[in-house]
């Protein structure tokens, strides 16, 4: 079967025109930069790329190595493209601006650029994730409030795995779209046409050493869970947790599922342990564009005013029978 790249699938995008120029050279620069990440991340200790860089990132975490150049890659291979008006990265605390030798364009690129790399050094998978906003007319150089926009504005939304293989998912509001690296033409072929959520699972992700910590709605919704048949839903759940959103998310994307990180009270007073803008908006994007849905418990996430570049909100996504089950719990008395 011939087989079809990113750039002939965003090529035919751009001709039906669901996509720009500018976005589709967005994209195809977010992907070459991802590959060059996967090559970064594959090598692990022959590239003595792994262990922490002796920093802190704006979260007050430290970072590994990977961390940072992930980041720099990103943020170099998006510099000169004339695609962006600015950048903001989940590694640096201001807005990243474009330098002023290159032209700019009309989007704003967010990005995760190594998401869960704490698994970095037990060799589990590990992911990049990236949201694209237009940067609002009118409003000359961008500044955090440029980027402040609720998630439904978003225009495309991805993320890579770094796993067995390196998947890149895509959408822009038309689906979702898988594409496998194939290392040695160096090209993303489409290998997942229009993924979609099954409605019902069998299958929970949720880290439930902090069960103490967790609010009544969620305590319950998980209890019933490990009841298995013996409880109100009268059938057994398994549950997984990577620690890496992005593999998790796919695991869900690819055969259903149910992803939460509520509130505890180690992330209590920040909002939430993940970020907004950058993991839960393109997330929350890409669930519903498949079937599912995606929401703090209490609201759709992609409905959130965002006050802070780099707040945090509580997460519950996936399949939208069992999301929904989550929230109809918030709601009540
Ligand atoms: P915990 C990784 O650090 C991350 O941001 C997400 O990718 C992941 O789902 C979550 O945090 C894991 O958190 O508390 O289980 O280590």
Redesign the pocket.
């Known amino acids: 079967m011939r087989r079809v790249t990113l750039t002939q699938f965003l090529i035919e995008q751009q001709r039906a025109g669901r996509i720009s120029a500018d976005l589709r050279l967005l994209i195809e620069v977010v992907a070459r930069a991802v590959k060059a990440i996967s090559v970064n991340v594959s090598k692990g200790a022959l590239a003595g790329v792994l262990g922490e860089a002796g920093t802190d990132n704006v979260q007050g ?1 430290a970072q590994k190595k990977l961390d940072v150049i992930a980041n720099e890659i990103l943020l170099q291979a998006n510099e000169w493209g004339g695609h962006l008006a600015a950048m903001a990265s989940e590694e640096v605390e201001e807005v990243h601006h474009i330098p002023f030798d290159y032209p700019k364009g009309g989007y704003l690129l967010l990005f ?1 650029p190594l ?5 970095i050094d037990v060799n589990i998978s ?2 990049t994730i990236f949201s694209v906003l237009r940067n609002p007319p009118g409003s000359g150089e961008p500044s955090e409030q440029s980027f402040l926009q609720p998630g439904h504005q978003q225009v495309a939304a991805g993320y890579a795995l770094y796993g067995p293989s390196t998947q890149f998912i895509l959408t822009v509001g038309k689906g979702v779209h898988g594409f496998t690296l194939d290392r040695e033409m160096g090209s993303f072929v489409y290998t997942h046409p229009y993924m979609s959520i099954p409605a019902d699972t069998s299958e929970y ?1 949720i ?1 439930a ?2 069960i103490r910590h967790w609010e009544a709605p969620v305590r319950r919704y998980v209890e019933e869970l490990q009841q298995g048949k013996e409880g109100p839903r009268e059938r057994d759940f398994n549950m997984r ?8 998310v796919h695991r869900i994307l690819t055969r259903g599922g149910v ?1 939460m ?1 509520p509130l505890d009270e ?2 209590r007073k920040q909002g939430g ?3 907004l803008m950058y ?1 839960a908006n393109p997330m929350a994007m890409i669930v519903e564009q498949a079937g599912g849905a995606a929401s703090t418990g209490r609201e759709r996430i992609l409905d959130l005013q965002p006050h802070k570049l780099h707040q945090r909100v509580p997460v519950v996504l996936g399949s939208l029978n069992e999301v929904e089950r989550v929230v109809a719990y918030h709601r009540e008395p």
């Open positions: 975490e995760d998401d869960g790399s704490s698994n590990v992911g992700a880290n050493s902090n947790w990577v620690a890496s959103m992005v593999a998790d992803f990180y180690k992330c342990k993940l970020r993991e």
